[in-house]
């Protein structure tokens, strides 16, 4: 491999940075947006820096407003939605990968096939169904629905781990003593551990950022998640509440930075590990 000089260096470290700034300056905007004085927002011309940075927007916004309705709501959702992915997608992955049955194959690629499906196009059939079982406008409706299309990709993430993960280990745990489900917490849990972080991380990520089926399946506000709350509560036709909109979208993305933050080193070693066998 040839080493890049230092004028190649700093052309590449130029580049990268020009690109991370571009992606950046919207979500630096945002958060300055939140700081400024509502007699700034609309300054001509506009200005970057807030000239009288206030907290009052977050203020109205935790007091004035459900906000903290919706957060509540969210993260029970996505709670509750990352809880059930994870522990149907570790025992299903470990189910294809070390068990011999019948149909073992045509379920995992059926499982492949849901997943290929558009999300839009399970919207009917399971509003019908949550009506018919009596669960609709509900949180536990909406944790269901998230889990439609969480939990097959999931399931073929983990299963990749799961076939990584060595059979011997497993056997030895076994002819030790340990029963099949001791074997599988003691020794196939802490190998399949990355795997299992970068699986919660996705479904969490996405129980928390989605908007489609919140519009169409709750439609009380107490059961609203923050995704459509938000908007309910600060648009309307005639006026948008940027001030608040920008706080409100600050506070929905402290989240998932801190999740990112915790589970980095976590998520860059299981998008590596599963994919290696042996």
């Known amino acids: 491999m040839t080493r890049r000089g230092p004028v190649a260096q700093a052309i590449y470290s130029l580049f990268a940075w020009t690109v991370v700034l571009i992606v950046a300056f919207p979500l630096v905007w945002m958060v300055l947006t939140s700081l400024k004085p509502q007699f700034e927002l609309f300054t001509i011309p506009p200005t970057i820096l807030p000239q009288e940075p206030t907290l009052e927007h977050y203020a109205r916004l935790l007091n004035e407003t459900p906000f903290p309705l919706y957060f509540r709501n969210s993260a029970l959702i996505a709670v509750g939605t990352t809880m059930l992915v994870v522990v149907v997608a570790t025992l299903g992955a470990h189910s294809l990968v070390r068990f011999a049955y019948p149909g073992r194959r045509w379920l ?38 998230y889990t439609t299309f969480a939990l097959p990709f999931a399931l073929w993430l983990l299963r990749s781990f799961m076939a ?115």
């Open 108 to 145: 995992a690629q059926m499982v492949l096939f849901t997943y290929l499906l558009p999300s839009v196009v399970l919207i009917i059939p399971l509003y019908l169904l949550m009506v018919w079982v009596g669960v609709a406008n509900t949180l536990f409706s909406l944790v269901i629905a």
């Open 164 to 278: 990584a993960i060595p059979d011997e280990l497993e056997h030895a745990a076994l002819v030790d003593g340990a029963t099949r489900m001791e074997a599988f917490v003691d020794v196939i849990l802490p190998q399949a551990l990355p795997g299992v972080i970068s699986t919660a991380l996705f479904t969490f990520i996405l129980a928390w950022n989605e908007y489609l089926y919140a519009l169409v399946l709750v439609n009380r506000d107490d059961a609203r998640p923050l995704t459509t709350g938000v908007i309910n509560m600060l648009t309307s036709a005639f006026n948008i509440e940027w001030s608040l909109l920008m706080a409100a979208s600050v506070m929905m993305s402290v989240p998932l930075i801190v999740a990112f933050a915790f589970l980095q080193k976590h998520l860059t070693r299981g998008f590596g590990a599963g994919g290696v066998k042996g």
